[in-house]
């Protein structure tokens, strides 16, 4: 073993990339990218750097994590005894005072906008207006995919701050998923997509906000429905895995290459990779990790990993507000927007 770590830190000595190994339960190898952008942590115990999680990450897969206060994003790969962990660093994100600035006002003209839509909407309606509901609709839409592109972009700068207002309860996340699953169906089978869920015959009980697992599972949901076309299938799954939860969300759509993944989590805040970078946000918010495998042309597998479920009325979480239930049509008509129309923006399902 020592002759395989002393080679293995001589490949990867002059690597840009942070290198990382490990016998199964101490870090024997960093190479200096990797001591650099960490710190010296060889001869630590695996824990004192690496989440527990990423113990289960297959080649091919990537795991969104913090290190030693920095994003990165892991691969993993074995050589002989050891299993090597290759980081991506993941750029800082915009100063939050800026953000801070720009955003609730954003978010005031947003409002604005939504409620001129909404009486536009009444108004078509009411004069039974066919072409002015139309166009109502695609208003409404537009309104819909800033709001998820804002409230996603206020909920991670204020996850990362620490100022977010989180709010965990006694959640039976298997009646979460089941319902919001059915929402999302009720839309992808006119556009022959099969959604299914699968979980526990029994309430599988967490401590977690609900809102921001619903939003979690729509980020999800909404990358896999962005791949797929008719005929292809989307399966979300709730299981238990020794003492933690995992949920799935599996699809047969165009997967990613190892390039794409790896830029997943380091690259821009728009687009496909600022909501999979949220559902890593919320995801270690409530004690667990992201990991994601791309399957480039056989689809994309995503793993949730959550803390092992909690008796229901326990008395430990408290929610201190109300919160939308679940498959609550706003969240989903929000989330969902970037794959949607605006023919699905029905003035029935907006009241």
């Not at 990993?305 to 919160?323: C, H, K, N, W, Y």
Request: proline content about 4%.
């Amino acid at each position: 073993m020592k002759e395989l770590t002393e080679g293995m830190a001589l490949l990867f000595e002059s690597a840009l990339e942070p290198v990382i190994g490990t016998d199964g339960e101490n870090i024997v190898l960093m190479n200096p990218a990797a001591v650099s952008a960490f710190g010296d942590h060889r001869g630590a115990e695996f824990s004192a750097l690496l989440p527990e999680a990423v113990r289960a990450l297959a080649p091919g897969q990537v795991a969104a994590v913090t290190l030693c206060g920095k994003r990165a994003s892991l691969r993993a790969a074995s050589a002989g005894g050891l299993t090597v962990y290759f980081a991506a660093v993941e750029a800082p994100a915009p100063a939050l005072p800026e953000r801070a600035g720009f955003l609730p006002e954003l978010r005031s003209l947003l409002s604005a906008l939504k409620l001129a839509a909404d009486r536009l909407s009444e108004s078509a309606e009411a004069a039974g207006d066919a072409a002015g509901t139309e166009r109502a609709a695609i208003v409404q839409h537009t309104c819909a995919q800033l709001q998820r592109l804002v409230g996603n972009a206020s909920l991670a700068g204020d996850i990362e701050s620490g100022s977010v207002s989180f709010r965990p309860e006694n959640l039976d996340l298997d009646e979460l998923c089941r319902s919001t699953t059915w929402t999302a169906e009720f839309f992808a089978r006119s556009r022959g997509i099969e959604v299914v869920y699968s979980g526990p015959e029994e309430p599988v009980w967490i401590g977690a906000d609900r809102v921001m697992m619903e939003i979690l599972l729509l980020n999800l949901i909404s990358n896999s429905l962005l791949h797929l076309r008719e005929g292809g299938r989307l399966e979300v799954s709730l299981t238990r895995r020794g003492g933690r939860i995992v949920l799935a969300v599996d699809d047969t759509g165009s997967g990613m290459t190892q390039q794409e993944l790896s830029r997943l989590f380091t690259g821009g805040a728009s687009g496909q990779g600022m909501g999979l970078r949220l559902v890593r946000d919320i995801a270690e918010l409530h004690g667990g990790a992201f990991i994601i495998e791309g399957r480039e042309g056989r689809g994309a597998s995503a793993r949730v990993m959550l803390q092992s479920d909690i008796r229901p009325g326990s008395g430990i979480f408290r929610s201190t507000g109300v919160s939308e239930g679940p498959g609550h049509m706003g969240i989903v008509l929000v989330q969902l927007a970037t794959w949607l129309s605006s023919k699905d923006y029905d003035p029935r399902l907006l009241d």
